[in-house]
Every structure is written in C-alpha cells, then in structure tokens.
C-alpha cells in the first residue's frame, strides 16, 4: 500500500466518522428486491412531464422531447430517462369502476410504440402510477391491480416506475405504506423486465428509513420543488423552495447509496416562473446554478422539468456542465454532507471515487462574502498541500497549504475538486 492509497482510506475513515453513520441502518443487497438492487447505481438523469405540462401530455410532446434531448446534447451528458407523469391515463375516477389504459386520443399509436422510439434513440421511458384508487390528478391508479398493471408496464417496455402514494395515502401509517409500496416492488421484480422504482411519498412517515428495503430506488425526501431559490415560508403551506429541500436533507446522508437516493425533488432550471403547473416566480441564472450543483453534490436524481425548447443558453450550459454532472454520477455514490454551518455561509462535501473531494461553498445570504475551506480543521484531511479546481469554471486554482479562501457571490455555491498536493 502506497501513500496515495493511504490518504484515500484516510480521507474514507474520516467521512464516514464524522457522518456518524449507524451501520445498522445500512442495507444489505441481499434483502433488496433482485432486479433493483441492480439498478440506478448511480443516481437517474433524465426529463419528467409534470413541472411544465401537468396533464396536458400527449405523444408528439414526449417524442419531441426524445428527439430534443438526443439533438440538444442532454442525452449524450447523462439524461437517458424520459418519464411520463400523470395523465397518460384513459379513465378519471377509481379504479374499481374502471380499467388502466393509455388515452388513445393523446397516445394514438400507445406507450409500447413511445417506449421503442425511446430505446432506438438510445434512452430510457418511465410511466406513472400510484397505490390508491385514484391518482394525483384523478386518474386510475393500481390499487388492488398491482400484479396486472406491473406485467403491463413490462410489457410495454417501461423502464422507471413513479409510484405516487401522496394525495391516496398522505394519513397513511408507516405499515400501510410499507404494504403498499412492498407489493408493487414485488410485482414489478416478478414481472421480469427490470424497472427504477421510485417510490413518491413526499418524505412523509421518515420514507428513508424503509424505503430501500422494500426495493425502492428514489424517494422523494420533501413535499413539492416550487420554481424559487429562497421564498419566505413554504408557498401555499406546502411547497418547499431550493434552500428548504437543502436544509431538509441535512442528516439523511447514511440513507442514500448505489441503488437508494434521497431524491430532492425535479430540477426547476428553464421554468423561469412560467409553469403552468409549479408555484414560483423563478430564480436568477446564479440561483439556478447553485441548485444544479446543490443537486448534484447532495447525490439527488436530475430530472429536467422544463419545456426543452424554453432552456436558455446558460440554462443549457449549468445542464450539461460535464465536471459538475461527473459528482452526481460518481461511482462511490456519497451524498455531501453539511460540514460548516456559519449561519448562511455553509460548506458540503463529500469524497470521490478517485481519492479526491468535492467541496460546495454555499452562500445563502443577500451579499458577496468571503469564504475559506480549511482543508483540516473542516474536513479533518490529512493532506500536507492540496491542489484546488474549480468546476464551474473549469481552471485549476493552485496549490494550497493549509486553507483556501474564495469570494463567493450571494447565493452562490463555488464549487470545488480538491486532491492531496503530494
């Protein structure tokens, strides 16, 4: 063992000592569902219909939007899942009175047909569906056809399931959820095509805890993403803004790895406040970065939920930045966690697969701030020098002792790549 591998597994120790990590809460594949536990080793990248188009989808959007993340560049940077939210479906009303199938009128040709044209331009399709009677948006949901509609689902091709228990199950107890979403996870794992399971439940009944065990890929860790980078309260009572989702996942880093991610909800990058769908008057293009970054540190899945065709010049450049996408898809599957809380100057990291670490300098508040990462006394590393990147403007900084200090704009997240020096 060499001195470079030394620090690695220094630099490995020390996360997981000071992530104060209960190894009993950490999964065994061997109890995870056989076909998920292979899936999502990294965390899923792709599009969803809802923020932008709510139930108002139909095929030429969704083949559109296949052909624009092929043309775009977005599916060669990472985002192969296209996902179709509610109302995909035929029939309004409960289950019991009526069967689950496409809209023929906005699916002429039917989701197997989308499915095919998805996996032929080299990308993935994902469907919806939830545990109740009803949907979301008041569709038919699966209750009580979880085998049926799971052997439809493969046969159409589908790749990723959003299973919604939200509006069906809000009162739900923890038992109920677990029977719910562990009987759709088993049908799925018998239907026999392998299918990302996302298990939709708005952080509510601690679904982190248990989610993975039941097969679950992703789960949603708060309610509802609204277009803002710092709203005063939660809009409407309910939804939370960029800086809310943040803080909600403080402390829940133990919960997400390869297979299992804390999902902080879609992107809201290219909505600009005009969604028809989502509250939120939009945030600047520096407040969108910091987002995508946060994101991306926080080892969120990235799901675009913007018009393609409304992605600004720089909404496109924050999307497809290759060394910031290359944290959220690194092989060792860390979330970042919060290391210094100076109020609203903050500092997340986490370490890579290569032996380096990835460093968010966050500034919350209204003015331009100074910020310095020591490289000890924060992170506890043990690296005599340290070599400095930063990735959001692709230059190597320098070589750095014992800090590394940084302006850092209001509302800013510089974001760093950090190695040993020597």
Known sequence: MNKYHVVIFAALFSFIAKADINKETIKSPENKISFSANLAKTPPMGWSSWNNYGDRINEKIIMDTIDKMVSSGLRDAGYIYVNIDDGWQKHKGSRAEHPLTFDEKKFPRGIKYIADYAHKNGMKLGIYSGPGNETCAGYT????????????FASWGIDHLKYDSCCSHQQASKEALVTAFGEMSKQLDSAGRPMVYHACHCGWQNIWEWAADLGANQWRIGQDISDDFNYPGNREGYYFDVLDMIDRGVGLEQYSGKGHWNDYDMLIIGLHGKSQE????????????????????????????????????????????????????????????????????????????????AVALLNRSGQTANMTLNIHQDLDLPWKQTKVRDLWEHKDLGTFEESYTTEVQSHEAKILLIRSGW
Do not use: C
Request: charged residues 20%.
């Open 141 to 152: 949901g699966s209750e009580g056809h979880e085998q049926e509609d799971a052997k439809l």
């Open 278 to 357: 989502l509250v939120g008057t939009g945030a600047s293009n520096t407040e969108y970065r910091t987002h995508f970054a946060m994101w991306s540190m926080l080892s969120s899945p990235l799901l675009i939920g913007a018009d393609l065709d409304n992605l600004t010049t720089d909404d496109l450049t924050t999307l497809k930045n290759k060394e910031i996408i290359a944290l959220n898809q690194d092989s060792l599957g860390i979330q970042a966690k919060r290391y210094v809380n100076n109020g609203d100057l903050q500092i997340f990291a986490k370490p890579l697969a290569d032996g380096s670490w």
